[in-house]
């Protein structure tokens, strides 16, 4: 394994995403696991961000920010979303009907971000 690769295109890497964190204007609200990289299994979280609005290729507004394992997260209103992995996102909010995965994104914005209008459901896989 080339343990110096970095990160697909579409992701954003975990420095990144705790850069964001720190310096975004939007209203952050956090769901599942604290973010602390000392944890242990902290390496098998993955980090997903999602807001209620895009303003040219920023995403901003109210936003969750989960931290943890594989779940299906109810995100109604969500326009934009960033993540540490492969998530995929979806028209319902029970992750079914129709979903995309964040590697097919067609509209990616600045900081790692994804525009995905009319997202109801978040699909965190597995580390």
């Known amino acids: ?3 110096c ?3 697909p295109s579409y992701l954003i890497s975990v420095d990144k995403f705790n850069h964001w964190l ?3 204007d939007a209203d952050i609200t956090f769901i599942g696991e604290p973010i602390n990289p000392l944890t242990p299994r902290a390496a098998l979280d993955i980090m997903v961000t999602y807001c209620t609005a895009r303003s ?3 995403c901003g507004g109210s936003c969750i920010v989960y ?3 594989p779940a299906c997260l109810a995100a109604p209103g969500t326009n934009c979303l960033a993540a540490t992995a492969n998530v995929g996102f979806c028209d319902r909010e029970n992750c079914g009907n ?3 995965s964040l590697d097919s994104c067609g509209t990616p914005l600045t900081n790692g971000f994804c525009f ?3 997202t109801q459901g978040i699909n965190v896989p597995a580390a």
């Open 116 to 118: 995905t209008p009319g």
């Open 5 to 7: 690769s970095k990160d």
């Open 98 to 100: 129709s979903c995309n």
């Open 22 to 24: 720190a310096t975004t």
């Open 1 to 3: 394994a080339n343990l």
């Open 56 to 58: 040219a290729d920023v």
């Open 67 to 69: 931290n943890g394992g």
